[in-house]
C-alpha cells in the first residue's frame, strides 16, 4: 500500500518551498533552539528538554504514518523495518543516512551511517556533552507504531563507533527476554537471602 505519508514528495509547485528546503529549515530550528537552552539553562536541560520533545513528535509521525499507512498494531519484525525505513526518509531526507535489516522472524537491525545533526553540532562546538536522542526517537516510533519491543542500542557514532546501531526484537522476543531476566533475577535474590547470616530463607 502506498499513501502520501511514504511516497516521495513531488515537484514544488511555482512558489513553493521544496520538502528539502523545509526540513533544512527545520534542522536549522532545532539546531538554534537547542543552542538556546544550552547558554540559558546549561546542556543537560538542553538534552533533557530534547529527547523529551523527540519522543512527543517521532510517536505523532508514527502514528500518522500508520494511519495512512493502514498499519494496525503489533507489527512484526520485517513491518517494523519497513516502517522505520519510511518514517525516518519522511522526517530527514537524504540528512541521515540508515539501513533497517531482518535479523530474524522476530528481529531487526538498524544502522545508521551518518547523521546531520551530529555534524552541525561539532561544527558549532557543542557536540561533547550532547546526548544522542535516539533511544527516545526510536520508543516515540514504537509507541505511535503500537508495537512492543526490546530496543538496545549496541554501538554510536557520538562517542565513536563506526555507525549508531540498534538491535531490536518484536513481542514474543522481548516478553521470553523479560521473563528468563526476571527468572534470573529471581534466583540471584534467593541465592542472596539464603546466605546473608541471620537470615532465613523464605
Known amino acids: 500500500m502506498t499513501s502520501s505519508a511514504?511516497?516521495?514528495p513531488g515537484p514544488?509547485?511555482?512558489?513553493?518551498?521544496?520538502?528539502?528546503?523545509?526540513?533544512?529549515?527545520?534542522w536549522l530550528h532545532d539546531a538554534r533552539w537547542y543552542q538556546g537552552v544550552a547558554r540559558r539553562f546549561g546542556q543537560d536541560a538542553a538534552n533533557e528538554v530534547n529527547a523529551e520533545a523527540m519522543q512527543?513528535?517521532?510517536?505523532?509521525?508514527?502514528a500518522a504514518y500508520a494511519r495512512e499507512e493502514g498499519l494496525g498494531p503489533g507489527?512484526?519484525?520485517?513491518?517494523?523495518?519497513?516502517?522505520l525505513t519510511g518514517i525516518s526518509e519522511l522526517m530527514t531526507g537524504d540528512a541521515v543516512e540508515a539501513s533497517n535489516k531482518v535479523t530474524g522472524e522476530?528481529?531487526?537491525?538498524?544502522?545508521?551511517?551518518?547523521?546531520?545533526?551530529?555534524?552541525?553540532?561539532?561544527r558549532a562546538g557543542t557536540l561533547e556533552g550532547y546526548e544522542c536522542p535516539c533511544?527516545?526517537?526510536?520508543a516515540g516510533w514504537f509507541e505511535g507504531l503500537k508495537t512492543e519491543v526490546s530496543d538496545h542500542r549496541v554501538e554510536c557514532l557520538r562517542t565513536g563507533g563506526s555507525a549508531c546501531r540498534f538491535r531490536t526484537s518484536?513481542?514474543?522476543d522481548a516478553a521470553a527476554a523479560t521473563t528468563a531476566g526476571a527468572a534470573t533475577s529471581a534466583a540471584a535474590t534467593a541465592t542472596a537471602t539464603?546466605?546473608?547470616?541471620?537470615?532465613?530463607?523464605?
Open 6 to 8: 511514504s511516497q516521495a
Open 12 to 26: 514544488a509547485g511555482p512558489g513553493e518551498p521544496s520538502a528539502d528546503l523545509l526540513r533544512q529549515f527545520w
Open 56 to 62: 512527543f513528535v517521532t510517536r505523532r509521525i508514527a
Open 75 to 83: 507489527l512484526s519484525a520485517a513491518e517494523l523495518a519497513t516502517a
Open 106 to 122: 522476530e528481529s531487526f537491525e538498524t544502522a545508521v551511517t551518518r547523521n546531520f545533526a551530529l555534524e552541525m553540532l561539532a
Open 135 to 138: 533511544p527516545q526517537m526510536r
Open 170 to 172: 518484536t513481542a514474543s
Open 194 to 202: 539464603a546466605t546473608v547470616p541471620g537470615k532465613e530463607t523464605p
